[in-house]
Every structure is written in structure tokens, then in C-alpha cells.
T-cell receptor, first 113, second 109 residues
């Protein structure tokens, strides 16, 4: 069974632009979570989706948004990028419930210049 | 205020040594996760537990809900165990995930 895939793997954007990151969960997994990892703040929870509904959200500004499609694939969007948004963005899927065992993707490395 | 505290931050061990990484948390939880992150970023979930003890190969994870404390043990450590180990908890109010800052483990042959 294929693992969690994320696209793109690397991305360079300019301040003020917006970006969309994509995550395809393991086949059959219905929950997708997003995390941001930076050297200064470590891992932080962004949001979690289950059956196309956002179930939980971390403490991030409204510039960070996401959605989940009927096939469980998920996207996250960051608008009006800031230098501090440079980070590794990780997606994880779990089988059949919110908060289950997390299977992580390889991440998208976003650099904002 | 950090909801999850890990110790030690850094750990160097000789191959074969028994290793313990500790995690304390301050919130009520529905589950605690131990994660492993190798250089390059990939994260693997090692354990998810809400009570007692779990074992997988040379890895053992324990949790004491009353004391809000968990430990990850590695028996007979090996250089391939070198990685960052991260403790994460799922709060039982608001379903937030909180992460420790990680323990960087280096096992020397």
C-alpha cells in the first residue's frame, strides 16, 4: 500500500504570494492532519480533517486554511506569505478516527524569500 | 508555557546501552504518541498509547496517566537508532495536538 504523498516536495515563494500544498493519504484513511515544523517552534498542529470536515484547528492565523475532498485528499493554503512561514509542512493520515495513529508524509519544504 | 516537556534534549550513547527518554505533560490527554524523525525530515510513529505499556522490538513505551508522564526505552541501542524522538499528546479538551521539542539521540558504534 502506498504511503502518504505530498506535493510539491520543495517550494520557493516570495513574500505576499500564496501557496497551496497537497496531501494524498494512505488508501482507506479518512483523517488528514497538517503540521508545521520550524527550528524555532518545533512541530505545531495546524488542523485536522475527517470526512471532508475540519474537526480541529491549531493556533494559527486565518491566512492558513485547508480543505479535504471526498476522496480524502487534502490541500492546505497559506495566503499573503510571510518570511516566518518558511517551514517544513507535514501531512499525516490516520485510518478511521480523529486522533488515531498518525502516518506521516515526507513533507513540503517551503521557503519564503 | 509548554504543555509537553521532554528530557534530555540531547543524548549520546555507546552502542548496546539502554536508553530512556522522558516526557511530562500538563494537560488531560486522550492519547500520547512517540515519534521518530531521521535527518531529512521523515517522521515515523513509534507508539500511540493511552495507558500501560507497549513493546515493539527493542522499543518499549510506558505511560503513567496519574503522574502525567511517559518514558520511551530503547534496549541494546544501535547506531541506526540515531534520530530525534518526539513526544506528542492529544488533549482530551479541544482535541489539540501538543508536541515536545524532541530528544536528539546519537548512538556511537
Amino acid at each position: 500500500k502506498a504511503g502518504v504523498t505530498q506535493t510539491p516536495r520543495y517550494l520557493i515563494k516570495t513574500r505576499g504570494q500564496q501557496v497551496t500544498l497537497s496531501c494524498s493519504p494512505i488508501s482507506g484513511h479518512r483523517s488528514v492532519s497538517w503540521y508545521q515544523q520550524t527550528p524555532g517552534q518545533g512541530l505545531q498542529f495546524l488542523f485536522e480533517y475527517f470526512s471532508e470536515t475540519q474537526r480541529n484547528k491549531g493556533n494559527f492565523p486565518g491566512r492558513f486554511s485547508g480543505r479535504q475532498f471526498s476522496n480524502s485528499r487534502s490541500e492546505m493554503n497559506v495566503s499573503t506569505l510571510e518570511l516566518g512561514d518558511s517551514a517544513l509542512y507535514l501531512c499525516a493520515s490516520s485510518l478511521d478516527r480523529v486522533g488515531g495513529e498518525q502516518y506521516f508524509g515526507p513533507g513540503t519544504r517551503l521557503t519564503v524569500t | 508555557k509548554n504543555e509537553v516537556e521532554q528530557s534530555p534534549q540531547n543524548l549520546t550513547a555507546q552502542e548496546g546501552e539502554f536508553i530512556t527518554i522522558n516526557c511530562s505533560y500538563s494537560v488531560g490527554i486522550s492519547a500520547l504518541h512517540w515519534l521518530q524523525q531521521h535527518p531529512g525530515g521523515g517522521i515515523v510513529s513509534l507508539f500511540m498509547l493511552s495507558s500501560g505499556k507497549k513493546k515493539h522490538g527493542r522499543l518499549i513505551a510506558t505511560i503513567n496517566i496519574q503522574e502525567k508522564h511517559s518514558s520511551l526505552h530503547i534496549t541494546a541501542s544501535h547506531p541506526r537508532d540515531s534520530a530525534v524522538y518526539i513526544c506528542a499528546v492529544r488533549s482530551n479538551t479541544g482535541n489539540q495536538f501538543y508536541f515536545g521539542t524532541g530528544t536528539s539521540l546519537t548512538v556511537i558504534p
